[in-house]
């Protein structure tokens, strides 16, 4: 990989976007190694996966203007299509993700962090979706994902002026989860996906599942599906050991891998 670097630390995985002379803009190739790297990923050890950029000024600035400058409608609808499809493919990884936004998160790269289940960010992040200063929209789930997470009204206010904002407003419209000095983003985010790799690895999937997909769904059919959800976990060496150990106040000895039962 030429753009990607990878490392499991444990039950963690860190992936970082390589790319800091262009403040880790997003173009084909890197879209094609995100791609690949995220599909290659063990879900078989790895239970956290943290994303984050390479360097101090940036977490992803964007999509490479350069490479969009020229091209033609076709062209860049199925721009806009390679980056939705690896972004919901994060989304969609039946493990947690967490964004550590060390800076810069602009068009692609805010669109990259809203595809993450949790985000957190240096003090010194900058985010926003500049994309209709440059006769566009943004292309990347944008408009959609920005809808969901903080409210339409703010949504739009932000994409129709383009305007950017930094890290302590981007906590307060709950953009972010929380806000860290530059030094100990990395440790919080590694702690954070230790914490959450310590927990039972079929529970927790069932859990994304259950939240991202109950979203879409009406009431009555999300708690059908958390139901589902619910009742799966049972019978599982989570389950077991997990309820067994609490009532006889002994620690759990979870399995060293993901397992299906």
Known sequence: MSFIQYEVQGAVAVLTIDRPKALNALNSAVLEELDATVSAIDLEAVRCLVITGSGEKSFVAGADIGEMSTLTKAEGEAFGKKGNDVFRKIETLPIPVIAAVNGFA????????????????????????????????????????????????????????????????????????????????????????????????????????????????????????????????????????????????????????????
């Open 106 to 261: 602009l068009g692609g790269g805010n669109e990259l962090a809203m595809s993450c289940d949790i985000r957190i960010c240096s003090d010194n992040a900058v985010f926003g979706q500049p994309e209709v200063g440059l006769g566009i929209t943004p292309g990347f789930g944008g408009t959609q994902r920005l809808a969901r997470l903080v409210s339409p009204g703010m949504a739009k206010q932000l994409i129709y002026t383009a305007r950017n904002i930094k890290a302590d407003e981007a906590l307060r419209i709950g953009l972010v989860n929380a806000v860290y000095p530059q030094e100990e983003l990395m440790p919080a985010a590694l702690k954070m996906a230790a914490g959450i790799a310590k927990n039972a690895p079929i529970a927790v999937r069932a859990c994304k599942k259950a939240i991202n997909e109950g979203l879409e769904k009406g009431m009555d059919d999300a708690l059908v599906l958390e139901e589902g959800l619910f009742g799966s976990c049972f019978e599982t060496h989570d389950q077991v050991e997990g309820m067994g150990c609490f009532m006889s106040r002994e620690k759990p000895k979870p399995k060293p891998v993901f397992t299906n039962n």
